[in-house]
């Protein structure tokens, strides 16, 4: 998927601008882009720090990070959040919760009166905590209902996803 900062010049058919900006590790979570992006500007939530490629140490940093409840420093910035008011928010399900640098990104921009639909890859646990983390961070946006999607979804992705736009009122395709 190309990483390219937003530009916010797309709109979708809502005639609302639209932001998809995800964060992953494993390539889980921007393998279901292709079925989320409905028209939108993607924006690849990036640190500065690099997490380690092996597993085991990825899991044992994730869990410190959340255990110190870390603002991860961010590599790339969204120029224009003034100018979305739909934000796709794409994140792993990291100890059963958002990864830091979700937490990082959204303290960043003032997020009052955008909405903002959460998705989530896990391996089992679903959205766990991550709705309510959201919330707490930006409590002055307005939180859809989020899609939890196992790993990179399955064969039902696409009805999963029509049926998820359909719930929170985004026109589909
Ligand atoms: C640090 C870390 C913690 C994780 N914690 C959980 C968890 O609590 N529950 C769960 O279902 N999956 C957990 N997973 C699995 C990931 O959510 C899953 O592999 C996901 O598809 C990764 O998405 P990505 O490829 O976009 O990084 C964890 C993975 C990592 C790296």
Redesign the pocket.
Same mark, same amino acid.
């Given at each position: 998927m190309t990483d390219m900062a937003a530009s916010g010049e797309q709109e979708d058919r809502n005639g609302k601008n639209i932001l998809i900006a995800y964060f992953?590790?494993?390539?889980?979570?921007?393998a279901t882009l292709d079925e989320i992006v409905q028209g939108g500007d993607l924006f690849s939530i990036r640190t500065v720090q690099r997490y380690p490629v092996n597993y085991d140490e990825?899991?044992n940093v =994730? #869990?410190e990070e959340r255990r110190e409840n870390a603002r991860p420093e961010l590599a790339a910035h969204v120029e224009n959040m003034e100018s979305y008011d739909i934000i796709f928010l794409g994140y792993?399900?990291?100890?059963?919760s958002i990864p830091m640098p979700i937490a990082s990104f959204l303290e960043e921009y003032d997020f009052s009166g955008k909405t903002i639909l959460p998705f989530c890859?896990? =391996? #089992? #646990?679903g959205l =766990?905590q991550s709705q309510t983390a959201i919330a707490k961070l930006v409590p002055d946006a307005n939180m859809a209902e989020g899609l939890a999607i196992n790993?990179s979804g399955g064969s039902g992705m696409p009805d999963d996803v029509a049926a998820w736009l359909d719930v929170n009122g985004i026109e589909r395709q």
């Open positions: 992953t590790r494993l390539d889980n979570t921007d990825l899991i =994730g #869990g792993p399900n990291w100890w059963a890859s896990h =391996g #089992g #646990g =766990g790993y």
